[in-house]
């Protein structure tokens, strides 16, 4: 198999279609999912799980039929995983890491 790969400049931008049956012009904002990916992928993420994702889920009062130590559970490892992000990006980027 011959691997052929480009450095990625700039933002790179992404469409999925979600709707197993087909893209209508009517519902194309639910039918399609799109975005862009930075020239860092796992900083985005990081970023993205840490400084916004994080915040809201541990501010969300309305977790369903969750019980509180799940929810509890959940927010414990989605921060220990964004720990795990930071890690990972500052060894990618040469620097240590941090404690």
């Known amino acids: 198999m011959n691997k052929q790969t480009e450095k990625m400049e ?6 999925a279609r979600v709707n197993p049956k087909g893209v209508a012009d009517k519902t194309i904002e639910t039918d399609v999912l799109s975005g862009t990916i930075s020239t860092n992928p796992l900083e985005a ?3 993205l799980l840490g ?3 994080l915040p809201i889920l541990d501010t969300q009062d309305n977790w369903g039929k969750c019980q509180s130590d799940q929810h509890v559970e959940f927010i414990t490892g989605a921060t220990k995983f964004g720990h795990t992000l930071t890690e990972a ?6 620097g240590a890491c941090p404690p």
């Open 51 to 53: 400084d916004l994702f």
């Open 45 to 47: 993420y990081k970023s």
């Open 10 to 15: 700039g933002k790179v931008c992404y469409f």
């Open 89 to 94: 990006v500052a060894s990618l980027e040469g």
